[in-house]
């Protein structure tokens, strides 16, 4: 596997759900991980001040984080932010001395370096409308997440106006999706990125 697909929309039948599978199918050495479909706790029940065991299905979400060289998030924008799924998921994974840690002068760095992403996001809001309004959701995914944790090269896709789109509109996103995932799969092999940090895989 070279690339984890990570679809965040709680509904199987949305639009993410079909860009992440679109995405898998034309990159060809992809998995979908949709999160729907595991079973965890999306709260962090004592913050950061007690340790909470993964869930298996979590243990085996961050194997295949690991596993993959190339990340990428598929989103709604929901209230400027994401679902509660997708931020429960990154909550209960994304800990410290896992996915990064804080060094001596009290600044973090990534530990899931080596790898690439992409953030894909759908939304209702026309694009104009997002840079008014700060494009919250790829910012918090992209750069205080992804980036955060060392992943680089994060590209951005935005689709939408979702709401009232057509058939045929849809179709043409999907298409899209597909040329962006065979770009990515074909970069994947010119350019490798460097091996990722070595990190736990449990705990």
């Keep these: 596997m070279n690339a984890l697909v990570i679809d965040g929309h709680p509904n199987p039948h949305s639009l993410c759900a079909a860009i992440a599978i679109r995405y898998a199918e034309a990159h060809g050495d992809a998995l979908v991980l949709a999160l729907r479909d595991l079973e965890f706790d999306q709260n962090m029940r004592f913050g950061y001040t007690k340790r909470q065991e993964l869930e298996p299905d979590l243990q085996l979400a ?4 690991l596993e993959a060289r190339h990340v990428v998030v598929v989103t709604p924008v929901w209230w400027g932010s994401v679902p509660a799924l997708l931020k429960g998921f990154f909550d209960r994974l994304l800990l410290p001395k896992r996915a990064y840690r804080v060094k001596a002068n009290g600044l973090p760095e990534g530990l899931l370096s080596g790898r690439t992403g992409r953030v894909i996001v759908t939304m209702d809001s026309p694009w104009w409308y997002l840079r008014l309004a700060g494009d919250t959701t790829m910012r918090h995914v992209r750069q205080t997440t992804l980036r955060f944790c060392g992943i680089s090269r994060v590209k951005a896709t935005r689709i939408g106006p979702v709401k009232g789109s057509t058939e045929e509109l849809r179709a043409g996103w999907l298409s899209k999706i597909e040329r962006i995932a065979r770009a990515d799969s074909a970069a994947s092999r010119t350019n490798r990125p460097h091996p990722p940090v070595e ?5």
């Design 62 to 65: 961050w194997q295949r984080l």
């Design 199 to 203: 990190v736990a895989a449990t705990g």
